[in-house]
């Protein structure tokens, strides 16, 4: 018979909290790496840490990284960007479906909260302003117009449905995965935004963005959302 100890208890106790407050951290767009270090050094203590930090989040803004001019239609779109390949698809889906429809496009690039509040690490902002970068030549090079650009904070999912209601948009076209991370621990992007979102959601893969005349023209994309098309 396996004889439990108080000290066997004690690092259960520990291992299973540290556990819950790494998990909900990251969930709520925080650092992986870094709140999984905390939660498993500190113990208990994650707990007013992890409290602290969901208050400081709330200060994050988003930034804008280059400011866009306007396409001939009517519609305002927003597209996520990670720098994965469904990424990379469901921008041309949209350069391709949508294409003189569009009136507005906005790409935004989630980091973490603490990426982007950090000031010691700023590769990932890097990173962020890089891909941005290389998504927005090949918007110019697609539809010949120059697409505004921003970085958002905290759970990708969240954060790209709050600023597409903030800032009106009416559209939101995310890939089918993004960089790799694990569903099970982030939670899926695009089972999120599928779940009774706000305003409509387009989700892409490279097999959808390659099939011509996927949109019907005639479709009244435009209309306000719960109106008869």
Do not use: N
């Not at 396996?2 to 407050?21: E, G, H, N, P």
């Not at 890097?126 to 697609?142: H, P, S």
């Not at 921003?150 to 995965?177: K, R, W, Y």
């Amino acid at each position: 018979m396996v004889s439990v100890t108080a000290v066997d208890l004690v690092i259960a106790a520990w291992f299973i909290l540290a556990s819950l407050v790494a998990i909900f951290m990251v969930r709520r767009g925080h650092s992986p790496a870094k709140w999984t270090a905390i939660a498993f050094l500190t113990g208990p203590l994650a707990v007013p840490l992890a409290a602290w930090s969901r208050y400081r989040s709330r200060g994050i803004r988003p930034t804008t990284l280059q400011w866009g001019e306007r396409g001939p239609g009517s519609l305002s779109v927003l597209v996520g960007i990670d720098g994965s390949a469904a990424a990379h698809a469901a921008l041309h889906g949209v350069a391709q479906l949508l294409d003189d429809r569009i009136g507005r496009l906005t790409l935004a690039y989630v980091l973490d909260y603490d990426a982007a509040a950090g000031k010691e690490e700023a590769q990932p902002r890097a990173a962020a302003a890089d891909t941005l970068a290389e998504a927005a030549r090949t918007v110019e090079e697609l539809l010949g117009v120059r697409p505004t650009s921003i970085v958002l904070a905290g759970s990708p999912a969240q954060a790209l449905m709050e600023h597409a209601l903030a800032a009106a948009h009416d559209l939101v076209v995310i890939g089918t995965h993004g960089r790799g991370d694990a569903d099970w621990l982030h939670g899926s992007v695009a089972s999120a935004l599928a779940q009774e979102p706000p305003i409509r959601v387009m989700i892409l893969t490279a097999a959808t963005a390659a099939r011509p005349g996927l949109i019907d023209e005639s479709a009244e994309l435009d209309a306000p959302l719960g109106q008869p098309e």
